[in-house]
C-alpha cells in the first residue's frame, strides 16, 4: 500500500485514514454487513494502487490522464452505488439513521 492518507474532517475531529485502513473497513463492509459497492470501492483501490506502482517503476510521475480518469469515474460509481444501497435500507425509528444489520464498533 502507498502511504498516502485520504483527510477526513468533521465538526468534532480531523482524521486520515491511510489505504491500509480504507481497504479494512471496505473489507469488514463486504464481509459482515453485505455491502455490494464496497467491493467495487475495494477492487479501484486495489487495481490504482497496482497502476501507480507500475508506473513509477517504469519512471513515469503520474498516471495517464485517461487512466486517472477512469479510476475518478469508477470511484464515482462506487460511491453512487453505496449511496443507493443506503437510501434503500428502511428506516429506523430515528428517521435520520437507516436501518443496518451490523454497526461498526470503535477501532483504535
Not at 452505488?81 to 434503500?88: M, P, Y
Request: glycine fraction near 4%; proline fraction near 4%; charged fraction near 25%.
Amino acid at each position: 500500500m502507498t502511504t498516502s492518507c485520504l483527510i477526513v474532517g468533521s465538526t468534532w475531529s480531523d482524521h486520515a485514514f491511510c489505504n491500509a485502513h480504507i481497504l479494512r473497513e471496505l473489507q469488514s463492509l463486504i464481509e459482515f454487513d453485505k455491502e455490494p459497492w464496497a467491493e467495487a470501492m475495494r477492487d479501484m483501490l486495489r487495481e490504482a494502487n497496482l497502476a501507480v506502482h507500475k508506473a513509477r517503476e517504469a519512471g513515469a510521475t503520474a498516471l495517464a490522464s485517461d487512466e486517472r480518469a477512469a479510476f475518478v469515474d469508477r470511484y464515482w460509481a462506487a460511491v453512487r452505488r453505496g449511496l443507493a444501497f443506503h437510501r434503500a435500507l428502511p428506516q429506523t425509528g430515528d428517521e435520520s439513521q437507516p436501518a443496518r444489520a451490523h454497526q461498526a464498533t470503535s477501532r483504535p
